[in-house]
């Protein structure tokens, strides 16, 4: 088929919108953190980009979207045909209609699973050996995104059985915030955690963050029509009525439960409804986006406030907001689902008379990836913490993770230097002052 240029130019730049959407996750984490751990945790999205992206294309894209020539095995996995991508390098366009290069859709593709493995890393924030995160990164990948996104978008079982998902409420946000609770429970609890002040260090590094978020999640969602289209126009407006329902929404509860709004609270908000719109975006009327974003927004806003009443560590709030709002996003499809898919009448919700059996689906998926990332992130963070230990010291905790890990600071402190801490390039000293910044 001959290449569609308008339809490879979009896809080309949705493509760079949500690879974007990394380094904005990256900013909005480290403003959330305290002082002495934002490279670090910036650095763990980077690393993310990284590794995601060299087992992507040595067997990543083949396992998600490839076939093995099983039927039964399909359903599970795909093959290694497409192994180093050269398959797709000699194929002008994928066999779909859409004209778009096999290339164009792998790299596309490939900013998912980047984005999936780095939100994961929110929920263990200020305490993760370095390496730990490297080898996490590489197995979960292989052995929970991957399969994942074959069962639901590779033609996989769950994809069989009718579950969808657009632009990734499950295959995304349940997979990897049921993942950073994983990690949280097997790493433990920051030290001094309820009992010292663990404020977000810098809000104007969050506001930036999740204004790139939200910049980059419109190639997230509407790119992943695939097509320039009116559904694709119709995943657009979608994700930003829901984004502003759902920042209006958090902020409005806070203003109610605590008698202020706060620029992390509407940070929080717009993210919430980013994520619970992404399942839904172009399979719902613009009206029930703007219920789902309330909804989300005000669900999540109450949701990051489980990790205290259940004892969990999840710092950056990687539960309340995507295994919370994912999941509420992906069920939502069994009420307000209104358009079908590929031109059937597969998917119609609740509201608009399609009875139970889209609900039931919808609230499967969710469930079954969220045990299998929770179950799979818990098995591989165990053994990572038995042998090469996945938390750093006490004492380096306390001192800081990114001047004892990597030797930099993120800011110039400037006389502090006198007492101990180096400056931004400068070398480790044998003693550093403990700054709990």
């Known amino acids: 088929m001959k290449i569609d240029s308008g339809t490879t130019a979009w896809m080309l730049a949705a493509t760079a919108l949500v690879l974007l959407m990394t380094p904005g996750l990256a900013f909005f984490y480290g403003g959330m953190t305290r002082a002495k751990s934002v490279l670090n ?22 396992l998600s979207f490839g076939t093995n020539g099983n039927d039964f095995l ?66 979960w990948a292989t052995l929970v995104y991957f399969p994942v996104a ?9 994809s069989q059985l009718g579950i969808e998902d657009f632009a990734g409420g499950t295959v995304v946000h349940v997979n990897a915030g049921a993942a950073g609770l994983a990690l949280a429970l097997v790493i433990g609890r920051r030290k001094g955690w309820r009992k010292d002040p663990m404020r977000p260090h810098n809000l104007t590094l969050v506001l930036l963050g999740v204004g790139l978020l939200w910049f980059g999640w419109f190639g997230f969602n509407a790119g992943s029509e695939l097509a320039v289209d009116g559904t694709a126009g119709l995943a657009f407006m979608n994700t930003q009525v829901a984004t502003a329902a759902a920042a209006g929404a958090w902020i409005l509860v806070e ?12 940070a929080s908000g717009a993210v919430a409804g980013l994520v619970a719109i992404t399942p839904a975006c172009g399979f719902v009327d613009p009206w029930a986006a703007i219920v789902i974003g309330l909804i989300a927004g005000a669900v999540c806003a109450y949701a990051v406030g489980l990790k205290y009443r259940l004892g969990f560590d999840d710092s950056l709030d990687v539960v309340g907001v995507h295994l919370v709002g994912g999941a509420l996003g992906a069920v939502s499809l069994g009420f307000f689902a209104a358009y079908p898919v590929s031109g059937t009448a597969q998917l119609t919700g609740l509201f608009y008379g399609g009875g139970a059996t889209q609900l039931g689906r919808q609230i499967l998926g969710p469930v079954v990836v969220g045990l299998y990332s929770f179950a ?9 913490d038995r042998t090469m230990g996945f938390r ?11 001047i004892t890990t990597h030797a930099e600071t993120g800011y110039d402190l400037g006389s502090v230097h006198a007492s101990g801490v180096p400056s931004l390039n400068g070398p480790v000293p044998s003693v550093t002052k403990k700054v709990d910044a």
């Open 255 to 266: 203003k109610l439960r605590d008698g202020h709004s706060t620029t992390l609270g509407v």
């Open 392 to 402: 750093i010291t006490e004492e380096d905790e306390v001192t800081g993770i990114d």
């Open 150 to 158: 074959h069962w639901v978008w590779g033609g996989g079982w769950l």
């Open 74 to 139: 399909n359903k599970i996995i795909g093959g290694l045909k497409e192994a180093g991508l050269q398959s797709l390098v000699d194929t002008a366009t994928k066999d779909d209609g859409t004209g778009m290069p096999s290339l164009v859709f792998s790299a596309f593709q490939l900013t998912f699973a980047i984005i999936t493995v780095a939100l994961i890393s929110g929920a263990i924030a200020d305490r993760t050996k370095f390496g730990a995160w490297v080898v996490f990164s590489v197995v």
């Open 41 to 62: 945790m910036m650095m763990m999205s980077f690393a993310s980009i990284i590794t995601v992206t060299l087992a992507w294309v040595l067997y990543g894209h083949a």
């Open 376 to 384: 799979l992130a818990w098995i591989i963070g165990k053994i990572i």
